[in-house]
């Protein structure tokens, strides 16, 4: 094992092992708990053992179920980590269960219209589109559109990542037209980011995504200039992605 990571396997599990202790006590840790897990949960999904990870995830979802007043935000985040781990996993039917599970607790409990909601829709899309479901797909990545745009605004980071989830499924359906459209939208708004909200390997992708786009439509000067921009930009690239807390991240397509 990767000395590093074995030392961060270590350090998680103790502060895993500390909280445990005190939200047995007091049951308001519990929150705590379940971030202390995840992040644990996360670095065994690292290390190969997913069945740790889900081991970590179901005691986090059996305790929070156990509450006199279980906290649906918190349950929503748990499952939805859960299906997160599935689909890594390559479990896709048991990833899409568990997104349904946690967009039918936030059905009940009102949560629709927040951006937690609209990730889980997103990814959901995602495992719909992997399992070959293009209809339920494109209907929970306009459903997401719809929610950060009222979260988030119109031009936002997150905005453009679902535009480009629906390119490539529109690309995926040879519907090159719509494609164009969505990451022409995209394209649009990441290159008009601010450097803190920029990701760089998003709008490389964006650029590979068009040059695809721009090859199927027979436009191969267009195709060339994106790829080249996406090189130029991947060879400036240094650094990398948060892990998620309390809830999946946000999923982004690369599959063109």
């Not at 605004?153 to 490539?168: D, M």
């Not at 980011?193 to 721009?214: C, E, H, K, R, W």
Request: glycine share 6%; net charge neutral; aromatic share 8%.
């Amino acid at each position: 094992m990767d000395p590093n990571l074995e030392r961060q396997l270590f350090s998680a599990s103790r502060s895993v092992e500390e909280v445990r202790r005190l939200a047995y006590r007091e049951p308001s840790r519990l929150g705590q708990l379940v971030e202390q897990i995840s992040v644990l949960a996360d670095l065994r999904q690292k290390e190969g053992d997913f069945r740790k990870a889900e081991s970590l995830y179901r005691e986090a979802l059996f305790r929070a179920q156990e509450l006199k007043k279980p906290d649906p935000d918190l349950l929503c985040g748990i499952h939805s980590l859960l299906a997160h781990l599935y689909d890594r996993w390559g479990r896709m039917d048991k990833a899409a269960e568990y997104y349904e599970k946690a967009l039918k607790i936030a059905d009940d409990a009102a949560l629709e219209d927040n951006d937690k909601v609209a990730t889980i829709k997103n990814n959901l899309a995602m495992i719909f589109k992997g399992l070959r479901d293009y209809k339920k797909a494109e209907k929970y990545y306009q459903e997401a559109l719809d929610s950060f745009r009222v979260t988030d605004g119109s031009e936002s980071p997150r905005v453009a990542s679902v535009l480009n989830n629906l390119g490539v499924l529109y690309y995926t359906n040879m519907d090159v037209e719509r494609a164009q459209q969505m990451h022409e939208r995209a394209l649009g708004i990441r290159q008009n980011l601010g450097q803190d909200q920029m990701d760089p390997a998003d709008l490389s992708q964006t650029y590979i995504n068009l040059g695809a786009v721009y090859k199927a439509t027979g436009d191969f000067q267009k195709a060339e200039a994106c790829v080249d921009r996406a090189k130029r930009i991947r060879s400036g690239m240094n650094g990398f992605h948060a892990n998620p807390r309390r809830a999946a991240a946000l999923l982004i397509d690369k599959t063109l």
